[in-house]
């Protein structure tokens, strides 16, 4: 338990570092949509370290080491948990079809697909979506507000970041009590993220002459295409 309060402490300390940032007017670029532009690029450098020397070789060997459908079968563990909280986003945001397909996904790959690790419900034709507490507050109209890079937890919003904080504490992988239990699915989560992401890896570097506003611009297009499930408005009215 303590060190469940030490880690929830960490993250929370993480997030109040980089709201204080955002607070306290530093703003080093004209971009009103990256007012710190200059706590961002440190942020970004730190992240960027932290993956090359740890996180992207643990991930390659991780790729390397299991086969294909065992890792296939950890990345559908954890999207099944996620389904769970996507259907709840999906309710809150008046898309109630869409969160019963969620909801719907869970109860079939929690049990014919084995806890998750099969992803029946795609094959039975329920698709499977992308929404958190961030993505709400979007479709709400609460605005992106800065763009800010959180150590760890990477880029983000403002609006972002709060949902974040709402992901965080909903996440039942946090709430687990056991603690090696907890913190080996987490890091397990982690490192199967990164190695899924493996392949983006050389087309960033290839088409980025500045990958950190290659990584913003992307990021704050993509947001938006999802908030608007692929279809956005144009800039000037949004």
């Known amino acids: ?65 299991l086969p294909t459908p065992v890792r296939t079968g950890v990345t559908n563990f954890f999207g099944n948990i996620a389904d769970l ?48 507490f961030g993505q709400t507050f979007g479709r709400w109209g609460v605005g992106d507000g800065a763009y800010v890079v959180i150590p760890l937890f990477g880029p983000r919003t403002v609006r972002d970041t709060v949902g974040l904080v709402l992901d965080v504490k909903a996440d039942p992988v946090g709430g687990i009590d056991h603690v090696a239990t907890r913190n080996s699915l987490a890091a397990l989560r982690l490192i199967d993220t990164r190695a899924d992401l493996l392949p983006a890896d050389k087309v960033i570097e290839e088409a980025a002459i500045d990958k950190y506003a290659y990584v913003r611009d992307g990021y704050l297009q993509r947001r938006r295409n999802l908030i608007h499930d692929g279809n956005p408005p144009r800039e000037a009215d949004y």
Do not use: W
């Open 1 to 65: 338990m303590k060190a469940q309060k030490t880690v929830s402490r960490f993250k929370a300390t993480l997030l109040a570092l980089t709201l204080s940032a955002l607070l306290s007017g530093c703003a080093t670029s004209g971009n009103p949509k990256d007012p710190i532009e200059g706590f961002n690029r440190a942020m970004f450098a730190f992240n960027e370290g932290l993956d090359t020397v740890l996180i992207k070789p643990v991930a390659q060997g991780y790729d390397a080491v």
């Open 85 to 132: 909280f996507i259907g709840i986003n999906n309710l809150l945001q008046g898309k109630p079809d869409q969160a019963l397909s969620d909801l719907g996904r869970v109860a079939i790959n929690s049990t014919i697909g084995i806890l998750g690790l099969f992803d029946v419900a795609s094959e039975a034709g329920l698709e499977k979506h992308e929404e958190d």
